[in-house]
Structures are given as structure tokens and as C-alpha cells.
């Protein structure tokens, strides 16, 4: 057998499509986008280590399409959790910066973020949105942009 064949027959099944993913993550929030938890929780931790991050169940928006800001309902390591978006890779209005991956925070049901610290930097266009839950996000972020 040649070299060709061999490749072929590893990346390949017997059905001629490939046995592997090779997708990137989405432009925007929707059903199944996966996303990168940038606390330092250790759930969110546990599951970016192990390569398998966070996918979106449901957004809590009536467009079904996330935005920075928006609240999202994932599963993460075999759980159910509540999460905010922090950064998207989406095209954004003029002064809100674009992200290289989909940002999240995770919370509890109460709203309490499960990390003590942000990783990354949180737009500042985030401040006018500091009501309720979303301050207790803001109140852990050290750096903004």
C-alpha cells in the first residue's frame, strides 16, 4: 500500500466523510456555539483543560442569537449552568472591540459568579449594563477596553 492510501484510510471512514471534527467556533451565539469560559472557576477551568468547552443550550433573548451582554444558558462538563457573554467574535458596532473567541462568565442560579477573577479584558460598554446580577460580573473584572 502507498503512503496516499494509508493517509486516506485513517482520515477517512468507510462512508468517505471525515471521522473528526475540524470545525472553528462561530461568528455569533446561537444553539451549539462553543465557547471559552475566561474566569478562574474551577468548573471552567476542569473543562477547558480536559478539551471540552462549554456549548450553548439556550439564549435568553428573544432573537436566539447572543450578544456581549446577553445571558446563556450552557452545558459544561455534564451540567446544566448560567453564564454571561463577555466577548464576541461577531462584527460589533463602532467602539465595542471584537474578540478572537466567544468570552463567557459562568454564574449559579443566584446570579453569584463561580470565579473570583476575569482573565481578559471586559468591554467598557458593558458599564451602562451594571443592573442586578450583571454588577457582580463587573465587580470581579480588573481590566477593561
Not at 43 to 49: E, I, K, N, T, V
Not at 58 to 74: A, E, F, P
Request: net charge positive; aromatic share 4%.
Amino acid at each position: 500500500m502507498s503512503c496516499l492510501t494509508l493517509l486516506n484510510g485513517a482520515i477517512r471512514n468507510g462512508f468517505g466523510k471525515a471521522s473528526f471534527s475540524t470545525t472553528q467556533s462561530l461568528q455569533q451565539i446561537i444553539k451549539l456555539s462553543r465557547l471559552r469560559v475566561v474566569d478562574n472557576s474551577a468548573l471552567g477551568r476542569a473543562a477547558m483543560q480536559s478539551g471540552k468547552p462549554p456549548r450553548c443550550i439556550h439564549v435568553y433573548k428573544n432573537t436566539g442569537v447572543g450578544t456581549i451582554g446577553d445571558k446563556i444558558l450552557v452545558a459544561i462538563m455534564g451540567q446544566k449552568k448560567r453564564g454571561y457573554i463577555i466577548g464576541c467574535r461577531q462584527k460589533q458596532a463602532a467602539g465595542v472591540p471584537r474578540f478572537d473567541s466567544n468570552n463567557m462568565v459562568l454564574v449559579d442560579d443566584s446570579g453569584t459568579p463561580l470565579g473570583t477573577r476575569i482573565r481578559v479584558p471586559v468591554p467598557s460598554c458593558l458599564r451602562g449594563k451594571a443592573t442586578g446580577d450583571f454588577s457582580k460580573v463587573l465587580a470581579i473584572a480588573s481590566k477593561f477596553v
